[in-house]
């Protein structure tokens, strides 16, 4: 019998695809829950809530199967799920019987201030991503010659304001300011409908992309390492010098973009809607709002008015995350100059007699996965007592 045929037999599915090697947990099922109907049926941001947590998770421990009992994913995270994990099969609807002896569930949680958990897996997500898709993951161009994208939403559903950037014109020069000789690109983004390898290059090429608030925001999550991300946020999400709703800043934290908000001033026409307050605890702070139907009518964050984004807020947050990416720029540097001279330094060890016997036995100790030193310590060290040894950091590979 072939090994390959044994593997499966044994229970350890491996999925080899373009250069990545995944193994399947034979019996795991993650069952994705998604109401039916509403928000959850047709807004990527909303599905996230159950599918940004089954993410995570997957890269830990990939399922058998995901198994959508309730609405199904939409297309792009169908198309995320055969990306990031190859051989996990996408069941609608109940799961075959004997496929599933484990399972674990995963349902939206009725809102998007939280944090998923993405942030760790984020860099393999990328990269398995990118290589599925057949495209290569590149860091986004360098300050000395950057790209500012200007991302508007280019799918709206019925009902709902494009929020269209009415100085989106002024807001691009006063980014070309803090971002002087920068390449200006449009982009439209393509909604939850467009295959998920299609929509790879939206926030892909881009030292800068300044988007108005929306789903679409989730597909950053797959944006190339230090992307400035600025989202312009609803007017009334502004309170006591803040915003006051999390959002895109939740999700995305951890997955090592450079994400700020920016605001946008009060419409000329604020959109209203009913609130039932009747019974709640703080009714007493509404009464004087009260109409004869026992609710009250409040103004709502998204206006039909289209947005003008605030260019005092959005040149001061600019250059706040001009300042970061340069950090991170050149934190990034001196890694590469103090790896590039540990190996320089380790070669010479490696010529030299007395120590050549010191570096071959630290390279087989770390070839057999002898232990885990802690982060930080020094560059190429992971075997177990380095520290007992002054030449660990500059003799394995």
């Known amino acids: 019998m072939r090994p390959l045929l044994k593997l499966v037999i044994l229970g350890t599915a491996i999925t080899a695809a373009r250069g990545r090697v995944t193994a ?3 019996g795991l099922c993650f069952e994705l829950r998604l109401s039916t109907g509403g928000r959850y049926q047709k807004n990527l941001a909303h599905q996230l809530e159950a599918i940004g947590p089954l993410l995570a998770a997957g890269v830990r421990q990939q ?12 297309p792009y995270f169908e198309g995320a799920f055969r990306a990031v994990f190859p051989g996990t099969k996408l069941v609608k609807g109940r799961a075959p019987a004997g496929l599933c002896r484990t399972t674990k569930t995963f349902k939206g949680v009725g809102g998007q201030n939280k944090n998923f958990g993405i942030g760790p897996a984020a860099k393999e997500l990328k990269r398995r991503a990118y290589a599925s898709c057949n495209r290569t993951l590149a860091p986004p161009p360098p300050l000395t010659k950057p790209t500012i994208v200007h991302l508007a939403r280019g799918v709206i559903r019925e009902g709902m304001n494009t929020r269209r950037l009415v100085n989106a014109n002024a807001s691009i020069a006063t980014l070309l300011k803090t971002f002087p000789k920068a390449t200006v690109v449009e982009r439209a983004t393509r909604g939850g409908e467009t295959p998920f390898c299609g929509q790879l290059d939206t926030y892909d090429a881009a030292t800068v992309v300044l988007t108005p608030h929306g789903a679409h925001l989730v597909l950053a ?3 190339p390492v ?8 609803p007017w009334d999400m502004w309170r006591g010098g803040r915003f006051v709703y999390g959002s895109a800043s939740k999700y995305l934290s951890g997955v090592g973009l450079v994400f700020d908000r920016v605001r946008t ?11 039932n307050v ?3 605890t703080r009714f007493s702070r509404f009464k004087h709002l ?13 206006s039909p008015d289209p947005w003008t984004i605030d ?14 990416l340069a950090g991170a720029e050149r934190a990034a540097a001196a890694s590469r100059a103090a790896v590039a001279a540990a190996l320089k330094k380790r070669a010479a060890l490696r010529r030299n007699p007395t120590t050549r016997a010191t570096c071959v036995a630290l390279d087989e100790s770390v070839h057999e996965g002898k232990g885990t030193c802690k982060p930080g310590k020094g560059i190429f060290c992971n075997a177990r007592n380095c520290w007992a040894k002054k030449e660990c950091a500059l003799c394995e590979p």
């Open 265 to 275: 001033v009060r419409p000329l026409h604020p959109s209203t809607y009913n609130v």
């Open 221 to 223: 999550i797959f944006a």
């Open 311 to 324: 260019l005092n807020h959005l040149a001061a947050v600019a250059a706040k995350a001009k300042g970061r």
């Open 24 to 26: 399947v947990t034979p």
């Open 290 to 302: 009260l109409e004869s139907n026992g609710k009250i009518r409040i103004q709502g964050r998204f």
């Open 278 to 280: 009747t019974g709640h």
């Open 226 to 233: 230090n992307t400035i991300v600025l989202e312009a946020m």
């Open 63 to 74: 399922p058998a199967a995901i198994v959508a009992t309730q609405a199904p994913p939409l």
